[in-house]
């Protein structure tokens, strides 16, 4: 299946990633390209996953190439904006997919600020090409909503709540799921130099339940329990750095009686994330990024344990 940089994109809400303005400035702070009533950035990464499909026993490599382009327009106090992603991979390219986002953000007297956010992804191929099994594919569209506030000078606390629809094709819209998230991350300064991130989430997946191509019964319902902790140091204007570590447990809470044997009765998942970022500004115009994952996943079902390197490298040009 296709690795966690489709999470990342199509569930962005999965990673309780607030609007970019919480991760380095509290919501009262102001910068540049929120004063200009235009603004963009053109980005292309290039990344490396060294278990593309997450598969425990046969790994097999991709590099993806992922341009993006990001607009942004604020007239007065409304911030709006809108973005494309593109995932093209090089040596399986039947996974290529796409990412589209908009929204609105605005700030609420001085020191609060609130968005909104709406996401969408075509349906697109989440495995490799087979002709002795049918393709399985998913389109995703949803929403989130994002508050935060200064409580202290150096507090400063938001609250998300997301909604997400999985839309699978024909032959497996057993799978179909609504996610319900609600998260909650907090960021402390400590001095000038670190920042000190907490998050906490929880998400409900609902899904329809039924028949799936192989003549087995499925029902994908979920809950899950999240945390991360992440740690960032500027070490100038030009110079950021972070670290990260995440976990999530996931329960499937199906509802189909335990004599159908349904796929996922009883299982219990846990994902480990680490991860270390560098950001690299040499010119105000012009934007280095490096990141370095480590991702690995604990299971009751022993077939689905895997782990996974990601490395990420990308330029990015602002105007």
Do not use: C
């Not at 299946?1 to 994109?9: E, G, K, P, Q, T």
Request: proline letters at 5%.
């Amino acid at each position: 299946m296709r690795s966690l940089l489709w999470v990342a994109a199509v569930l962005g809400i999965t990673l309780l990633t607030p609007p970019s303005h919480a991760e380095e400035e509290s919501a009262s702070a102001g910068t540049d390209a929120r004063k200009r009533a235009w603004a963009g950035e053109i980005e292309t990464a290039f990344v490396y996953d060294d278990n593309v499909f997450q598969d425990n026993k046969e790994r097999e490599s991709d590099v993806i190439w992922v341009p993006t382009v990001s607009l942004t327009y604020r007239p007065r106090v409304v911030r709006w904006s809108g973005s494309a992603t593109h995932y093209r991979y090089l040596r399986n390219g039947a996974l290529d997919y796409a990412f589209y986002e908009v929204g609105a953000e605005r700030p609420f007297g001085e020191r609060s600020y609130g968005s909104l956010f709406l996401q969408f992804s075509p349906p697109a191929a989440l495995d490799k090409e087979d002709p002795t099994v049918p393709t399985i594919a998913l389109g995703s569209a949803g929403g989130t909503v994002y508050f935060d506030r200064d409580l202290s000078p150096w507090w400063n606390a938001g609250v998300l709540l997301s909604y997400n629809h999985l839309d699978y094709n024909d032959s497996f819209d057993a799978k179909d799921t609504d996610i319900l998230k609600f998260g909650s991350p907090h960021v402390f300064r400590i001095g000038i130099l670190w920042q000190l991130r907490l998050d906490y989430s929880f998400e409900k997946g609902s899904a329809r339940g039924g028949t799936v191509p192989s003549g087995r019964r499925d029902d994908i319902s979920y809950q899950t329990h999240a945390g991360s902790v992440q740690l960032s140091y500027r070490h100038s204007h030009s110079v950021t750095g972070r670290i990260q570590y995440r976990i999530r447990h996931k329960i499937f809470t199906t509802d189909l009686r335990e004599e159908v044997e349904p796929i996922h009765s009883g299982r219990r998942d846990t994902q480990h994330r680490i991860q270390g970022a560098l950001r690299y500004r040499p010119f105000s115009r012009l934007l280095f990024r490096f990141q370095s994952e480590y991702h690995w996943r604990t299971s009751s079902d022993p077939a689905v344990k895997f782990n996974e390197m990601v490395q990420t490298v990308s330029t990015a040009y602002l105007f």
